[in-house]
């Protein structure tokens, strides 16, 4: 009797149309995969437009679900679609074999089956979170850089700031507001309170409706 398998295939909305990663080729290398290990595929599970940040996929718990059951192989096409945390992957991979259950990775060649395929699985899953977080770091200096020199760098400019030709000036009226949130934070009032003063003084943001807590929490945050 040939062994049981469940193919899980992921693409965030950014990836939906890139070669490679689409659903379909997806989903066609994962069941090239099967066939030459002589995996029986007993279900298929899919989770469009998601991100692989966290593990709370409503296809991935199917998936999941599915393979404990069989006590077989989750079959996916790489790494990167089970998840972007070498935490959640290391927990799933420990779930999966409490239950007599294995992951297989296709381009990567992973299977946990054995001990040397999750050593190796753990290795893989450290340098793609490290790749991932390098990838935010350098963003975030690069919007930082952007934010120093006052150039633009995204469609609406910051709060307390507006565009002019292509670059950051402060906006006057914002920035008496921002003084306004701080000062009233001094005197140890709250978010809230801050909220409901701005409020009563007919202080609106920048389509006219009350400036929120969850505004003034921003404010705060930016210094």
Known sequence: MSKKAVIYTRVSLEKMAEEGVSLEAQLSKCQQYAQLQDLEVVGTYTDEGKTGKNTNRDGLREALKSVKKHKGTLIIVSLS?????????CQLVEELNKTGANLASVQENISTEGACGRFVLNVMSSLYQMEVEQLSERT?????HLRNTRRRFSRHAPYGYRYEEGKMVEDDAEQHIIRYIHDLRKEGLTQTKIAEILAANGFNNRVGKPITQHAVSKVL???
């Open 81 to 89: 679609r089970l998840s972007r945390s070498v935490v959640d992957t």
């Open 140 to 144: 975030k200096n690069a919007m930082q």
């Open 221 to 223: 945050r930016a210094g």
